[in-house]
């Protein structure tokens, strides 16, 4: 980011990164706490995500406020506009991946005390894994302004996609073999495409830090499916 001559305008595009990055470190922490929660059936962690969402909230209102107000004040034009607006996006993002861990705290709580064997948890954890291994690249890639990292995980997008069918039909399975697993498969269920759409948040950002280090949008349709995949080159854009 270059240098302004008003020194307080680096200032206020600084803390607007500084604001994304501890959004993004917030939300990695509450997905994993989480997870964590429904694993250890553990109601107490699965509350300080609840209680931790409001922080998250504020933070997302502060960026907002902030970059409207520096927008109105400073008149930005080119990268730093695109600066700007991307801080809103990847604001709304982070909360609402927020939003999604919450939910899952929220099952864990309403799952208390159900019969739950841990085997059917298994394929649930393997799916947060990967969420949160593309939740890390990607904030990573937004600190480094790295859009091939960005692109790496955009690409990959349907792999938890596919996670989640496969998890799904298992856990159908589950439910028609012991009716005691249906109550709980099916906050499961819940879970799962809670995670699922965590990752397509993360996609959202990746095609946000592709548009602030170009300034241009991401062309290609989303990899769904193994046929229609074709990983996306740095220049195929808009």
Same mark, same amino acid.
């Given at each position: ?58 933070l ?30 990847? @604001?709304?993002?982070? /909360? $609402? #991946? !927020? +939003?999604?861990?919450? %939910? &899952? =705290? ?5 799952i ?75 906050h499961?269920?819940?879970? @799962?495409?809670?995670? /699922? $759409? #965590? !990752? +397509?948040?993360?996609? %959202? &950002? =990746? ?32």
């Amino acid at each position: 980011m270059s240098e302004h001559i008003v020194k307080s305008y680096d200032e206020d595009l600084m803390e607007l990164s500084r604001k994304i990055a501890e959004m993004g470190g917030l939300t990695e922490t509450m997905l994993a706490i989480a997870i964590k929660a429904l694993v250890r059936g553990d109601t107490d962690l699965a509350q300080r995500v609840i209680e931790t969402d409001v922080r998250l909230d504020v933070l997302e209102k502060d960026i907002e406020e902030k970059a409207i107000l520096t927008i109105a004040k400073r008149q930005p034009l080119a990268v730093d506009l695109r600066m700007i607006v991307s801080s809103i996006r990847l @604001a709304a993002d982070l /909360e $609402r #991946i !927020g +939003d999604l861990s919450k %939910n &899952i =705290a929220k099952r864990v709580v309403a799952i208390n005390g159900q019969f739950a064997p841990q085997k059917i948890v298994s394929g649930v954890v393997h799916m947060s894994d990967l969420a949160l291994d593309r939740m890390k690249r990607i904030i990573d890639a937004y600190i480094q302004r790295d859009v091939q990292a960005a692109l790496d995980v955009w690409n990959h997008d349907e792999e938890i996609d596919h996670l989640y069918n496969s998890l799904f039909r298992e856990l159908l399975t589950y439910m028609m073999e012991d009716p005691r697993n249906i109550g709980f498969c099916a906050h499961l269920l819940f879970c @799962a495409k809670n995670i /699922e $759409r #965590i !990752g +397509d948040h993360a996609t %959202n &950002i =990746a095609e946000t830090i592709h548009y602030l280090v170009t300034g241009k949008s991401i062309l290609a349709d989303r990899p769904r499916t193994e046929g229609a995949y074709k990983p996306l080159d740095p220049e195929d854009h808009i």
